[in-house]
Nanobody, 122 residues
Framework: QVQLVESGGGLVQPGGSLRLSCTAS????????MAWYRQAPGEQRELVAS???????RYVDSVKGRFAISRDNAKNTVYLQMNILKPEDTAVYYC????????????????WGQGTQVTVSS
């Protein structure tokens, strides 16, 4: 089994910054793409940013220039540095990883974290 645990969410004023972290653990052989999604109340979950094992990344247009995704492959951890936060960034942020496991043939399989709340408000 594979677990993803997020941290770093909270309440921040507009213009502020937060850094989210997500660490994968368990029966991991290797991790392919990792990503951050978010879901605001009444909205569909959307992809915010993704990063490959080699470091290639992509962002949704609304966060380009403000957010930065990175990963530490040795620690099975992905980060999301969020700067110049806006009220419309308020959402539950979810980590996603595509994983080859040591216990299940085939894959990669997609795993999700439990989510961390980010609230941007004055």
């Amino acid at each position: 089994q594979v677990q993803l645990v997020e941290s770093g969410g909270g309440l921040v004023q507009p213009g502020g910054s937060l850094r989210l972290s997500c660490t994968a653990s368990g029966s991991i052989r290797s991790i392919y793409s990792m990503a951050w999604y978010r879901q605001a109340p009444g909205e569909q979950r959307e992809l915010v940013a993704s990063i490959t094992t080699g470091g290639a990344n992509r962002y949704v247009d609304s966060v380009k220039g403000r957010f930065a995704i990175s990963r530490d492959n040795a620690k099975n951890t992905v980060y999301l540095q969020m700067n110049i936060l806006k009220p419309e960034d308020t959402a539950v942020y979810y980590c996603k990883a595509d994983v080859l496991t040591t216990t299940v043939a085939g894959g990669p399989y997609r795993y999700w974290g439990q989510g961390t709340q980010v609230t941007v408000s004055s």
